[in-house]
């Protein structure tokens, strides 16, 4: 498996960052630059360190209490091809994936990138669109402004239209 730039060691006690206990992978680099935001040491393309995303996988598969693993940043898509792998290898521990993108939902679509599309497919739950400080709430779940959706992407992508994720209220 390829390499993946990370900017801090898999956490594997989260239960903020999705539904149920999570570990999440924390990506390096980020190009959108949010006013406001809660990781900005992720931002640098040049920082944090290289880890083989295999390591990573049998890191979870000793962890498999687990209920899923959110991608988080950082910009997951920008190592998008990697995210992908790993997210494959993630469904086959039983595990579910949700990943935090600064991008629009419509706007990785437009796009049509083969590896951001790759990685979208195996993504359960994503959280859509760039933190507005405008925006900001502390009264929103997983999510820190009003802005950003909870977007069921295998219901997204069948229908062709935004399909929010309704597990959580």
């Given amino acids: 498996m390829a390499e993946l730039r990370c900017s801090a060691p898999v956490q594997f006690d989260s239960i903020v960052d999705g539904e149920g206990l999570r570990a999440v992978v924390w990506t390096q680099g980020c190009p959108h630059g949010c006013p406001g935001c809660h990781n900005p040491q992720t931002h640098a393309f040049d920082g944090g360190t290289l880890m083989l995303a295999e390591t990573i996988a049998d890191q979870l598969k000793a962890h498999f209490y687990l209920d899923g693993v ?15 792998l790993l997210a494959e290898e993630i469904h086959k521990l039983g595990m579910n994936v949700w990943c935090y993108t600064g991008y629009q939902w419509e706007t990785l679509l437009e796009k049509r990138d083969p590896d951001q599309m790759a990685f979208l497919k195996q993504i359960d739950v994503l959280i859509d669109g760039p933190f507005v400080i405008a925006e900001k709430s502390l009264n929103l779940v997983f999510r820190g402004s009003t802005n950003q959706r909870l977007i069921n992407v295998p219901d997204s992508l069948n229908s062709g239209q935004v399909i929010l994720y309704e597990g959580h209220p």
């Fill in 70 to 84: 959110t991608f988080s940043g950082g910009e997951p898509m920008m190592q998008a091809a990697v995210c992908a």
